[in-house]
């Protein structure tokens, strides 16, 4: 029973090892973010107003939906529209990626 565990467990890590490394380059992403998303989201994804949603620590998978979503027309937003259709494949995993890693600036208010 525990070598069955430990078998599904090492293959458990060796495809969220895989999953991670799928995903953007995050130096790309830090690029591509300050050029095109930083002056409204701000550099590190810590929105400077309220205007416009932190995505600093946001998921990754979050990030990227919803650009696609923006790009294809299935999201209405006049700003992120055109933002979004500048950006390629590679510009959207990338951004993903690293906005996903930025520590967060957004808490959540105790009940």
């Known amino acids: 029973m ?9 293959a458990l890590l060796a495809l969220a090892s895989t999953t991670v490394q799928a995903g953007g380059d995050y130096t790309a992403g830090e690029k591509k973010a300050k ?3 930083g ?5 590190d994804g810590n929105s400077p107003t309220g205007a416009f949603p932190t995505l600093a620590g ?9 650009l696609h979503q923006y790009k ?4 209405k937003n006049a700003i992120m529209a055109p933002q979004a ?6 510009d959207i995993l990338d951004v993903a990626t690293f906005y996903s890693r930025q ?9």
Not at 39 to 43: S, V
């Open 2 to 10: 525990n070598k069955n565990l430990t078998i599904a467990g090492a």
């Open 35 to 37: 050029e095109v998303c």
């Open 39 to 43: 002056a409204c989201h701000g550099a």
């Open 58 to 66: 946001q998921w990754e998978s979050y990030i990227e939906a919803a």
């Open 72 to 75: 294809s027309g299935q999201r």
């Open 85 to 90: 259709q500048n950006l390629s494949e590679q």
């Open 103 to 111: 520590p967060s600036t957004l808490r959540v208010l105790p009940r």
